[in-house]
């Protein structure tokens, strides 16, 4: 069994390294054995490798990412020889946290030097937690005096923190953690946060879905905290109380692959199971493709808003509409609504707008 592996980001001065002490704590409460994989900004420029002593940003960074992905093969190789049944690997910072400070073209070929692409970087771990710098509603906590690598100003410092958001936003499971609580508060909230993506004790699903006038899509494609993804999504042979399904997603040309089964627990609450599969794994289990259902194809755009992250599906088959989804940490979570898109209604909960009644209806 492969170990989870999951980031955890945010702006300069957003209380990672704090975070990282409560992760262990908790975590080795439920059972995890948890490995932490070091900032590698921060040990590089500790030693003197920085974009200002390198021959330009794109060598630096080159640099970063390699070392990233050596040492994040190593602690997966590390992990795949405990015999443990609850292991996470939790990285302190990810491959998309360079992106921040290069533009898609730099990032593309530093990609490219270490054998990747970037949809394979993003999505290469399992979730994603983004905890917003204090410079962002806490500047009188914001300093530069506990990281040595750290050298913005509170405005450079709340940019950068939306570079890193936008930088992740794509990936199927990102969680943002603000400063509307004392900082306490905030780590409970990621801590809550983590414990509800890992199913402790179970792995409870709260979502809300809305129908909406079709989106104007030049717009959102145009805004940087948001990110088109296609997704094929097949239903296979089940129950009827569950539901059980393949799903294919990704970017030009570049795919990862998910297994999820789904069950009703009351209210808006689901029990759901995912696991990553390989293409091959994949492609045998469409054979399991249930014949009264057609496979699911639509565009996917993850947004960012109000630091909540939406799930705007649009499907071949609707021209004036479109359905927007969002996971919820409680059932009383308030959500606020993006104005530039034209909400019709909820339809949390109604058959005839779930994707396996779609399939099923065609």
Known sequence: ??????VITGGPCAGKT????????????????????????????GGGVCPWTCGTNLDYQKCQLRLQKEKEEIFEMAASTMKKDKLIIVCDRGFMDNKAYMTDEEFEAAAAYIGKDPIELRDSYDAVFHLVTAAKGAEEYYTQANNEARYETVEQAAALDDKFIAAWTGHPHLRVIDNSTDFEGKLKRLINEIIMFLGEPD??????????????????????????????????????????????????GHYVYYETSKSRKGGLK??????????????????????DCHPIEKTRYYYTYERQYFEIDIYPFWKDKAIVEIELSSEDQEVKFPPQLRLIREVTGEEEYKNAALARNR
Not at 229 to 243: F, H, M, R, W
């Open 1 to 6: 069994m492969s170990a989870i592996k999951i």
């Open 18 to 45: 704090t975070g990282m002490s409560w992760i262990q704590n908790h975590l080795e409460r439920f059972g995890y054995t948890v490995l932490f994989v070091p900032e590698t900004a921060t040990e590089l420029i």
């Open 203 to 252: 792995p409870i699903e709260i979502e809300r879905k809305y129908l909406i006038e079709y989106p104007d899509l030049e717009a959102m494609e145009a805004d940087p905290m948001c990110r088109k993804v296609e997704i094929v999504q097949t239903y296979l042979k089940s129950n009827d109380d569950e539901e059980y399904r393949v799903r294919k997603r990704g970017e030009n």
């Open 270 to 291: 689901r029990l759901q199971v995912e696991r990553r599969l390989t293409e091959d794994q994949y492609l045998d289990l469409l054979e399991e493709a249930d014949p």
